[in-house]
């Protein structure tokens, strides 16, 4: 299976991972084939990139249909989630909140890092799937860190609602397609308020939660919002959230800015180490995240282009790579396979 920018898809390409809507439904499943249609409907709701069939990847396999059921419960319990959380029904909230608390465990017990992560986001689904995958990063990160099951439980559960203080803000100004004015960027800061004071009425939340919702904001030198909280005066499960907020966030493309490139977004974390985020986080993201996702084309500094087929734990820019066009022809050869964590003198120049 190979990842691929939507413009470089071809029609009667097959799916290889489904696409979800916002409230969980499948968009378009996985194994349909791809028409003119069908390609040009993708780019018109936001669509960037999607998984497709290759036989010359059959190893590289990021479909795992149990997850991609987990988490289209979560998805229909997010839209409950919200309207529940507003009118304080405690038993329907907990409820949906135990969808969180399934997928949590699957990822404690069988959670496959670079099977879970990478889902198709739209201008429809990006809200909730950005919830979900910080929620999915925020479980595998917090599970490095040797978090206990019900504390990686009630992370998942505040990364799902680290955002909803935002259901406070006005639209207009959450998707202003431009830069905001001083005025606006101080009513988005105070989601973070907003979403304390609505988790604080809901019933038996744990402090954990509420302290995610108020301080994934926060950095440890004091320079976040809304206290300026510094090191341990942080919450250790709203650490854990920050970076994989601003991870996911920054990978994505919005309506007042480009994505960063992955290896752009990765440096912005490991940057950030001390300053801005908890450095043994960081030093547990490092060994658990992959700056390039499996399936995905990248060119090497020799020029040879190739997929990325495996990761090397602990070097996350030094993938195995499996190489299928000649770097001076750019014509399809028999591939064969390097290995960059044993070839030190060849890097990665860009996903194309």
């Not at 009667?12 to 499943?29: A, E, P, Q």
């Not at 040009?40 to 036989?55: P, R």
């Not at 820019?317 to 028999?334: A, C, E, H, Q």
Request: some cysteine; charged content about 25%; glycine content about 6%.
């Amino acid at each position: 299976m190979r990842l691929e920018f939507i413009n470089r898809v071809r029609e009667n390409d097959v799916l290889g991972k489904s696409i979800l809507t916002s409230d969980g439904k499948i968009l378009l499943k996985a194994g349909i084939k791809l028409t003119h249609n069908y390609i040009t409907k993708l780019q018109e709701i936001g669509v960037f990139y999607v998984y497709v069939e290759d036989e010359r990847l059959e190893d590289v396999q990021v479909e795992d249909q149990q997850l991609t059921e987990l988490k289209q419960v979560t998805m229909k319990s997010m839209s409950k989630i919200v309207k529940n959380i507003h009118s304080c029904n405690g038993k329907e909230l907990r409820q949906s909140l135990e969808s969180v608390e399934d997928l949590v465990e699957y990822i404690i017990d069988l959670g496959d890092v670079n099977r879970s992560l990478y889902d198709i986001k739209t201008y429809d689904n990006y809200t909730y799937m950005h919830s979900l995958d910080t929620c999915i990063m925020t479980s595998f990160l917090g599970l490095s860190s040797n978090f206990k099951e019900y504390e990686l439980k009630e992370l998942g559960v505040g990364a799902v609602l680290h955002d909803v203080g935002k259901t406070k803000v006005p639209n207009k100004i959450l998707n202003k397609n431009g830069k905001l004015t001083e005025e606006e960027f101080n009513e988005i800061k105070k989601h973070t308020i907003y979403g304390g004071e609505i988790v604080r009425k809901t019933v038996s939340m744990p402090y954990s939660i509420i302290d995610i919702v108020e301080q994934h904001h926060e950095r440890v030198d004091g320079r976040g919002y809304p206290y300026g909280l510094e090191g341990n005066n942080i919450s250790k499960f709203a650490k854990v959230v920050c970076i994989c907020d601003v991870y996911d966030a920054v990978s994505n493309d919005r309506c007042y800015r480009k994505k960063f490139n992955p290896n752009d977004a990765y440096e912005l974390i490991l940057a950030g180490s001390g300053t801005s985020f908890d450095e043994n986080l960081v030093r547990n993201f490092k060994n658990t995240f992959a700056i390039y996702p499996l399936g995905c084309c990248v060119r090497l500094s020799n020029g040879e282009e190739g997929y990325v087929i495996n990761q090397n734990k602990g070097f996350p820019d030094r993938p195995v790579i499996r190489i299928f066009y000649d770097s001076k022809t750019r014509l399809p050869i028999p591939f064969y396979e390097i290995d960059l964590l044993k070839n030190p003198s060849l890097v990665i120049n860009a996903i194309v």
